[in-house]
């Protein structure tokens, strides 16, 4: 199983990733995305719903992952209510997966490798 090595290069991400990954690298981010997740759309006052945050601090963070492309809201009645984007979410589960094939295939290097030298 020999592989040339600039198969294993790191290839650079797309330019929509550094602020897909950055929109994702806060707690209250990823906890809005849970709860969209497991019951959207919701309204901004139900995400802050049991948060402990305020409905202004929920509206930022949810302008932040809108402005990455992860969620996107439309009115309903008087209220804003906000949803997951699924097609960027697997957009970015796609870049994930191809890191994670190249950490699979440098492992595979090492295993042999070492087994080389045995």
């Keep these: 199983m020999s592989r040339s090595r600039g198969s294993a290069a790191l290839q650079l991400p797309p330019p929509d990733a550094v602020p897909l990954f950055a929109a994702l690298g806060d707690a209250t981010?990823?906890?809005?995305?849970?709860?969209?997740?497991?019951?959207?759309p919701l309204s901004i006052t139900r995400l802050s719903e049991g948060?402990?945050?305020?409905?202004?601090a929920i509206t930022r963070h949810l302008h932040a992952l809108g402005r990455a492309?992860?969620?996107r809201h439309a009115r309903r009645g008087r209220e804003q209510v906000w949803d997951l984007n699924p097609k960027r979410?697997?957009?970015a589960k796609r870049y994930l997966d191809q890191i994670?094939?190249?950490?699979?295939d440098a492992a595979e290097r090492l295993r042999m490798f070492v087994e080389d030298e045995e």
Excluded: M, N, P
């Design 51 to 56: 948060t402990g945050v305020t409905r202004q």
């Design 69 to 71: 492309g992860l969620v």
């Design 89 to 91: 979410l697997e957009r």
């Design 100 to 104: 994670a094939a190249q950490w699979d």
């Design 29 to 40: 981010r990823l906890r809005l995305l849970g709860r969209l997740s497991a019951g959207g």
